[in-house]
């Protein structure tokens, strides 16, 4: 039982360039997050989903896609990267409305 | 949309000590409110909650207030020991057939031997 896990660990993008995370988890969660996490900003909701086939726009979704296509799978997408968009990223999963499970993050660069 | 704010941005305390980290919210109708612990390079982990029916939670050496009129809650962590040393965050969500969390800025806690 792995939990939730995220591919790439590491990034360094160009400006312009396009990119997708990947988030799995093994649980047979529901429901999926994505959220940024910057520096004296604590962590903010990019997009999430409430089951297989959904999405759905959170706090900060402008310059990222999301897709749901398995229900164990949510990819996060950047089609043309910006400097702003440099941060850590976490994916996370809940089973019910509560406690989420948090992947061990992405750090991404873009310069 | 709801906003949380938490008190304060850093923490030093000596091991023993009591730490307590405090945070407001806006939306009243937030009813979910969990702390969450990330040691440095880590990912967050959920070491408590509450919810709005309840004023007070306890798990051994941390509890969880909850003050519904004022819209604040607090983390206490008694005997601080090193390994409590973390940022900690706290969030706020409406529960309803789905959660939105909503974090604070966190608290850098550094716990002194």
């Known amino acids: 039982n792995a939990g939730v896990t995220q591919t790439p660990k590491f990034r360094v993008l160009k400006t312009g360039q396009s990119m997708t995370l990947l988030c799995a988890q093994d649980m047979n969660h529901e429901y999926m997050y994505w959220y940024r996490q910057d520096p004296g900003m604590g962590l903010r909701l990019i997009h999430y989903s409430v089951g297989e086939g959904t999405t759905a726009k959170g706090e900060v979704p402008d310059g990222y896609n999301v897709s749901r296509l398995k229900k164990q799978n949510f990819l996060l997408g950047l089609e043309s990267a910006a400097p702003s968009q440099t941060s850590v990223y976490f994916c996370?999963?809940?089973?019910?409305?509560?406690?989420?499970?948090f992947g061990p993050g992405t750090r991404l660069t873009v310069t | 949309g709801e906003n949380v704010e938490q008190h304060p941005s850093t923490l030093s305390v000596q091991e023993g000590d009591s730490a307590v980290i405090k945070c407001t919210y806006s939306d009243s109708a937030s009813n979910y409110f969990p702390w969450y612990k990330q040691e440095l390079g880590k990912r967050p982990q959920l070491i408590i909650d509450?919810?709005?029916?309840?004023g007070e939670k306890k798990d051994q050496r941390i509890a969880v207030t909850l003050n519904k009129t004022a819209k604040h809650f607090s983390l206490h962590i008694t005997e601080t020991q090193p390994e409590d040393s973390a940022v900690y965050f706290c969030a706020a969500a409406f529960v309803g057939g789905f959660q939105k969390l909503v974090f604070g800025t966190g608290t850098r806690l550094l716990v002194s031997p």
């Open positions: 509450i919810r709005s029916n309840v």
């Open positions: 996370a999963s809940s089973y019910t409305e509560y406690e989420q499970y």
